[in-house]
Each structure stands twice: as structure tokens, then as C-alpha cells.
């Protein structure tokens, strides 16, 4: 898809300097621009660009005045770094913008659904699944029985979501993320052979949630794991059986958090991070990367470590650390000083 100049200028309430009817339909950065992109230029160390960049049209401050010849149409605007992020929502908006039932596909009896649904080839909707206004279901896609999908929700490509998950308004689910999918449970018996402990709960998604590629957010075995509203999970996290993820908290990759721990709301936690089953940690905790977290943590914690312990405890700790060679060396010399 094209856009002119003007209709940039438009949706961004600029100014043109240059050919109003220059037309673009790609993104690219200032010094790899070409023939037919759009860039921005807001950082100053990339001014020099502005006088070589093959970009059709740039965004740029208002109060920028070329020193230099340019061949580039400019689109002037209050903060062009705010009017390019702008540029780029309403780019993948329009990306997004996709109707209609592909086939082949399969939608089982008892589905509803409402305005707008784009269901992408080669999906497949269980029994009695209900879909709101505006969702998009991308190719290849599972959605299992008795499923509920809220409104302007996008399910990327080959995500799996297993029966009676609900799913609220606004979230986004990545390729590859699997939700519902059985808890970790099994018991021994006296031969220390393992059976199955049934996983009959479900998985709550609240609203505005952001679930990242090949994560994986299983069913609680009684009741359910509840993904509260507004929180944002990175790609490959383990979410275990009744788990509780509180606001807005955000998770970056690789971190697992194991069954029945409960998180609460406004907390940053890194990526690589384990969490322990059955513990609970309070609001606007931050938990560094790499950390092993084997109890509970009250509001508003820093912690860092395996085990983890208060940051400024660890930052102290790992200065020894690094010096322990000579420290090791300075005891021996005493030793040797002392004949011990």
C-alpha cells in the first residue's frame, strides 16, 4: 500500500517541505533509505544522513533547516521520534487489516462470532468457541472447545489454545505460544512409577495482554491460572498450573515461574529468572535476570542472585567475589608470614 506525502502529513499534522505527491510504502532506516521509504531524523547524531539518504520522505523537527542540499521531501512536526512511532502504529494497523474466513478451515457447531473476524487458512475453531468484534485468528491456528476470544484480540500463526481458556479484550498472542496446555502434575506411587494428576481448571487472560512467541501458559489442575490485565510476557516463558500474575507486570524471555506462585501487580522481572512453586511476591518488586527466587518477597523488593538476596547486598557481595583470587593470595602470604 501507498501513501503520498500529504496523507502523511495528514495523520502526523506536519508540514511538507518538498514534493507533496512523493509516495512511499516501506520503513527504513535514515542511512539505508531508498527510492520509495520513509525515515525520521531525531537524534543529531545522524544529521550527516539527511544529506545523502535516497529516502523519499523524512520526518523531521520543525525547527531543522538544512545546511546542505537534500533530495528527500521532509515532513516537519513537533518530535519526529513521536510522529515515526505514530507512523509505525498506524502502519501495522493497516497491516492488520484483514477480514473475511480463508480456506480451507474448520468452524465447529455453536461458534459466534462478531463483526470483522479474519480467520486465516488452515484454522481450527472447537464447539461452542464465542469471538468478539474486530479478532484477528492468523493461519494455522487451534482454538478448542468453549473458548471465549474478547474483542480486537490478535492470535498470531500456529498458536494452540486448549478448551475452556478465556481470553479478554484487546490482548495479542505470538506465533507459537500455547495456552491451556496441561499442568506439571503427577504423583508416585511406592514403585516411584509417576501417574497423571488430572488438570480440569482453565487459564483467565484479562485484558490487553501480551503474550510473547513459543510461550507456554499451562491450565491450573482446580480453578485457574489468571493472567491478570496488562501484563506482558517476553517469548519462551513457562507459566506453571495456578499461577497468578498480577497488573501490568512485565516478564522478559526465558524466565519460569513454577505452580501456584502468585505475582503481583507492577513488577519487572528479568529474563532467565526461576521462581519456586507456592510462594508469593508482592507489587513493584524487580527481580534481575538470571536470579533464583526461593521465597516470598514483600512490595517493592530488588533482589538479584541464586538465591537471590536484597541487590545492594549482592552488588556488595560480588565485589568480594571478583576480589577473592587476592584476597585467597593475601591470606597464604599471611600464612607463610605466620608458618600456619
Do not use: W
Request: with cysteine.
Amino acid at each position: 500500500m501507498k501513501f503520498t506525502a500529504e496523507q502523511i502529513a495528514g495523520i502526523l499534522e506536519g508540514d511538507i517541505v518538498g514534493n507533496p505527491l512523493a509516495e512511499v510504502n516501506k520503513l527504513a532506516k535514515i542511512e539505508e533509505g531508498t527510492q520509495g521509504t520513509i525515515t525520521f531524523l531525531a537524534n543529531p547524531k545522524y544529521l550527516p544522513h539527511i544529506y545523502t539518504t535516497q529516502a523519499s520522505i523524512t520526518i523531521v523537527n520543525r525547527s531543522f533547516e538544512p545546511e546542505g542540499q537534500i533530495t528527500t521531501t521532509l515532513i516537519k512536526v513537533d518530535d519526529a521520534y513521536a510522529s515515526f512511532s505514530k507512523l509505525l502504529e498506524y502502519y501495522n494497523q493497516v497491516k492488520l487489516m484483514k477480514s473475511g474466513i480463508e480456506q480451507p478451515s474448520f468452524v465447529s457447531e455453536n461458534v459466534s462470532y462478531g463483526e470483522n473476524l479474519y480467520l486465516g487458512a488452515f484454522c481450527y475453531i472447537g464447539k461452542n468457541v464465542k469471538i468478539g468484534n474486530n479478532v484477528k485468528i492468523y493461519p494455522n491456528t487451534f482454538v478448542g472447545d468453549n473458548v471465549t476470544i474478547g474483542d480486537n484480540t490478535i492470535l498470531f500463526a500456529g498458536v494452540r489454545v486448549y478448551s475452556e481458556t478465556e481470553i479478554g479484550s484487546g490482548c495479542t498472542i505470538h506465533s507459537g505460544a500455547i495456552v491451556g496446555s496441561d499442568g506439571f502434575g503427577f504423583v508416585p506411587n511406592d514403585e516411584g512409577v509417576y501417574s497423571k494428576v488430572p488438570q480440569i481448571g482453565n487459564v483467565i487472560i484479562e485484558d490487553n495482554v501480551d503474550i510473547g512467541s513459543c510461550t507456554t501458559i499451562d491450565r491450573a489442575t482446580l480453578g485457574a491460572t489468571i493472567i491478570k490485565k496488562g501484563v506482558k510476557l517476553d517469548n519462551q516463558i513457562q507459566i506453571a498450573h495456578n499461577v497468578i500474575i498480577g497488573e501490568n507486570t512485565v516478564i522478559a524471555s526465558q524466565t519460569g515461574v513454577a505452580g501456584s506462585a502468585k505475582i503481583g501487580k507492577n513488577c519487572v522481572i528479568g529474563g532467565q529468572v526461576g521462581i519456586v512453586g507456592h510462594i508469593t511476591i508482592g507489587n513493584n518488586v524487580r527481580i534481575q535476570a538470571q536470579s533464583g527466587v526461593g521465597k516470598s518477597l514483600p512490595d517493592g523488593d530488588i533482589v538479584q542472585g541464586s538465591p537471590a538476596m536484597p541487590y545492594n547486598d549482592f552488588s556488595k557481595s560480588y565485589v568480594h567475589f571478583r576480589n577473592l583470587p587476592k584476597i585467597v593470595g593475601a591470606v597464604e602470604d599471611l600464612k607463610k608470614v605466620n608458618k600456619l
